[in-house]
């Protein structure tokens, strides 16, 4: 297998590389960096989160610009302003031994005046979001006109959120640009439609299979009713102390209702949803980095570029509805080379969705049972006796209270201290899970859904196990959104429950077109849905949203 040696990188570079720890280059990085360093030729890399994309395209930016040269010459453009941080963290490491290089992260929600500064105190490499970018064009603060290198990562999540327009802007001023890197973990047709415009001949690196789930994780489901979902993910952390992880949920609501029980309860956890302010954002992740927090929850959105190591665990509170968002949240864990669990809290009804991601992904699911209440204090039992065995009494003066305590406990048996211990830290568990009930879904209880569900019974349930009426009691919403807004149906189903804090559960059939949307909704739904989004703003357009009967279709 290739070195990096191998790959044509200067000294300076493999230096870096070397003290960073790193001895073999990834499959991408290894077919993409020969390539790159030509610097004229275009390229589309195919590959998904985790494959050491930032790497591949980085370090040939950093031999390719000119460090006398003090104007931006090479532009990396990204989603979130997550990744945006995150690349250019990544790539100032590698920069660690090349002189007079220097890079700006350019992206929402903090001071533009003070990447306006940094921007013109001299940089040669920019890594931006689309939307500061084209504000700081019009501002005229940026000249993009000597830019000789565009990198695209992540090309799919920009056009899923909308970007397309940006894109194509920020690629139009560009014109002496020399080459184009398009790195995406997709081709949907839209990505292929930017590279034949823009791009001339580009030469192209698939890495893995379209949506191949990662080998290194463990997958795993357990099926509960939906009123059950949040007792069932309390029971599943408890089960797993020690679990450093990520909990995905749909919409912004539910993750901030989530958490603020968790936090009622003792748990170490955050919420990061795009409400946050970039501060907040912030603090909230050099928090889970330093793992003074134990949990993360989040929304699809906001975890957009979150690359954090050691992440043990990836809890679906609810399964999404594209393979590929599957795919990227279980891609969160078992990294660099580790181990890690996915688990999903599913109800009987989307057991066949399982099934279709095991067909797509190409691995298998395992199906768990919940932990039943005595099963969790057990699991809580022997890690803390582990912990106790491992615990280091080194580096304390412990021999000064040995007397002491020798005196204190004369009249007390070794078995009844280990019982007081025991009783100390476990006493909540003890209480709370006394007389748990079993959250597993049996199969007779399945066998009377499904049969309901052929019965075109009219009681269903939201995510949070509070029954609506379903069936005939659905009505029809018109919005003037579709697919030219840049949407596509999971991220118009996204945006709708995010702007209206509303559960899937109340949604029925989506009819997307071009310039119009047809939503079904919950008759009880549907006037929450239309307050919440009628005359808001997407773009700077006016939202219209109203029942369908008063629209042609």
């Given at each position: 297998m290739a070195t990096f040696r191998d790959l044509g990188l200067n000294e300076q570079l493999l230096t870096s590389i070397e003290e960073m720890g790193f001895t073999q280059p990834t499959n991408i990085q290894e077919k993409a960096i020969p390539v790159l360093l030509s610097g004229t030729k275009d390229l589309v890399g195919l590959a998904q989160t985790g494959t050491g994309k930032t790497a591949a395209f980085g370090l040939p930016l950093l031999q390719l610009v000119d460090p006398a040269k003090k104007f931006p010459q090479a532009l990396v453009i990204c989603p979130t302003r997550e990744l945006c941080m995150q690349i250019v963290n990544e790539i100032e490491n590698f920069n660690k031994h090349s002189k007079g290089i220097?890079?700006?992260?350019?992206?929402?929600?903090?001071?533009?005046?003070?990447?306006?500064?940094?921007?013109?105190?001299?940089?040669?490499?920019?890594?931006?979001?689309?939307?500061?970018?084209?504000?700081?064009?019009?501002?005229?603060?940026?000249?993009?006109?000597?830019?000789?290198?565009?990198?695209l990562d992540e090309a799919d999540e920009m056009l899923n959120m909308g970007f397309q327009d940006d894109i194509e802007t920020i690629l139009k001023n560009t014109p002496k640009r020399e080459s184009t890197w398009l790195f995406s973990a997709t081709m949907p047709p839209e990505i292929r439609?930017?590279?034949?415009?823009?791009?001339?001949?580009?030469?192209?690196?698939?890495?893995?299979?379209?949506?191949?789930?990662?080998?290194?994780?463990?997958?795993?489901?357990?099926?509960?009713?939906?009123?059950?979902?949040?007792?069932?993910?309390?029971?599943?952390?408890?089960?797993?102390?020690?679990?450093?992880?990520?909990?995905?949920?749909?919409?912004?609501?539910?993750?901030?209702?989530?958490?603020?029980?968790?936090?009622?309860?003792g748990y170490d956890i955050e919420a990061l949803h795009g409400d946050l302010s970039q501060q907040q954002r912030n603090k909230v992740m050099d928090e889970f980095r330093e793992k003074t927090l134990q949990l993360l929850i989040a929304t699809d959105v906001a975890a957009r570029g979150i690359d954090v190591q050691g992440i043990t665990h990836v809890i679906n509170f609810e399964l999404p509805d594209d393979i590929e968002v599957y795919t990227h949240r279980s891609g969160r864990t078992g990294r660099a080379g580790k181990t890690g669990v996915c688990i999903s809290i599913v109800h009987s009804r989307e057991t066949r969705r399982i099934r279709d991601i095991e067909r797509i992904t190409q691995v298998p699911f395992h199906k768990l049972e919940v932990p039943s209440g005595k099963d969790v204090c057990r699991k809580q039992f022997f890690y803390f006796m582990d912990k106790l065995l491992s615990a280091d009494i080194s580096h304390g003066d412990y021999e000064t209270y040995l007397p002491m305590l020798s005196e204190k406990f004369a009249e007390v048996s070794k078995e009844e201290v280990l019982k007081r211990v025991a009783a100390l830290e476990f006493d909540r568990f003890l209480k709370y899970y006394e007389n748990a009930e079993d959250l597993n879904m049996r199969e007779?209880?399945?066998?009377?859904?499904?049969?309901?569900?052929?019965?075109?019974?009219?009681?269903?349930?939201?995510?949070?196990?509070?029954?609506?009426?379903?069936?005939?009691?659905?009505?029809?919403?018109?919005?003037?959104?579709?697919?030219?807004?840049?949407?596509?149906?999971?991220?118009?189903?996204?945006?709708i429950l995010d702007m209206s804090d509303l559960p899937k559960d109340v949604l029925g059939r989506i009819d997307m077109k071009e310039m119009n949307s047809w939503i079904e909704v919950d008759k009880d739904a549907a006037r929450k849905m239309t307050q919440a989004i009628d005359g808001k703003k997407y773009k700077g357009r006016r939202i219209r949203m109203n029942e369908a009967d008063s629209v042609r279709r």
């Amino acid at each position: 297998m290739a070195t990096f040696r191998d790959l044509g990188l200067n000294e300076q570079l493999l230096t870096s590389i070397e003290e960073m720890g790193f001895t073999q280059p990834t499959n991408i990085q290894e077919k993409a960096i020969p390539v790159l360093l030509s610097g004229t030729k275009d390229l589309v890399g195919l590959a998904q989160t985790g494959t050491g994309k930032t790497a591949a395209f980085g370090l040939p930016l950093l031999q390719l610009v000119d460090p006398a040269k003090k104007f931006p010459q090479a532009l990396v453009i990204c989603p979130t302003r997550e990744l945006c941080m995150q690349i250019v963290n990544e790539i100032e490491n590698f920069n660690k031994h090349s002189k007079g290089i220097h890079l700006v992260a350019v992206y929402g929600g903090t001071s533009i005046s003070a990447q306006i500064r940094d921007i013109r105190r001299g940089v040669q490499i920019v890594v931006a979001t689309p939307g500061r970018l084209i504000d700081l064009i019009e501002r005229k603060a940026i000249n993009l006109e000597e830019i000789s290198y565009v990198v695209l990562d992540e090309a799919d999540e920009m056009l899923n959120m909308g970007f397309q327009d940006d894109i194509e802007t920020i690629l139009k001023n560009t014109p002496k640009r020399e080459s184009t890197w398009l790195f995406s973990a997709t081709m949907p047709p839209e990505i292929r439609s930017v590279s034949k415009r823009y791009m001339k001949d580009p030469f192209e690196i698939t890495v893995g299979k379209k949506n191949t789930a990662s080998k290194s994780v463990d997958h795993q489901y357990v099926v509960t009713q939906a009123q059950h979902r949040y007792e069932v993910l309390k029971r599943l952390i408890d089960f797993n102390p020690g679990m450093y992880g990520i909990i995905f949920t749909r919409t912004k609501a539910d993750a901030q209702e989530i958490t603020e029980k968790l936090t009622r309860e003792g748990y170490d956890i955050e919420a990061l949803h795009g409400d946050l302010s970039q501060q907040q954002r912030n603090k909230v992740m050099d928090e889970f980095r330093e793992k003074t927090l134990q949990l993360l929850i989040a929304t699809d959105v906001a975890a957009r570029g979150i690359d954090v190591q050691g992440i043990t665990h990836v809890i679906n509170f609810e399964l999404p509805d594209d393979i590929e968002v599957y795919t990227h949240r279980s891609g969160r864990t078992g990294r660099a080379g580790k181990t890690g669990v996915c688990i999903s809290i599913v109800h009987s009804r989307e057991t066949r969705r399982i099934r279709d991601i095991e067909r797509i992904t190409q691995v298998p699911f395992h199906k768990l049972e919940v932990p039943s209440g005595k099963d969790v204090c057990r699991k809580q039992f022997f890690y803390f006796m582990d912990k106790l065995l491992s615990a280091d009494i080194s580096h304390g003066d412990y021999e000064t209270y040995l007397p002491m305590l020798s005196e204190k406990f004369a009249e007390v048996s070794k078995e009844e201290v280990l019982k007081r211990v025991a009783a100390l830290e476990f006493d909540r568990f003890l209480k709370y899970y006394e007389n748990a009930e079993d959250l597993n879904m049996r199969e007779r209880e399945q066998r009377f859904e499904r049969r309901d569900d052929r019965s075109g019974g009219d009681r269903r349930r939201d995510t949070r196990g509070r029954e609506f009426s379903g069936g005939g009691n659905m009505t029809r919403l018109f919005v003037n959104i579709g697919t030219k807004d840049g949407f596509y149906k999971a991220s118009f189903l996204q945006f709708i429950l995010d702007m209206s804090d509303l559960p899937k559960d109340v949604l029925g059939r989506i009819d997307m077109k071009e310039m119009n949307s047809w939503i079904e909704v919950d008759k009880d739904a549907a006037r929450k849905m239309t307050q919440a989004i009628d005359g808001k703003k997407y773009k700077g357009r006016r939202i219209r949203m109203n029942e369908a009967d008063s629209v042609r279709r």
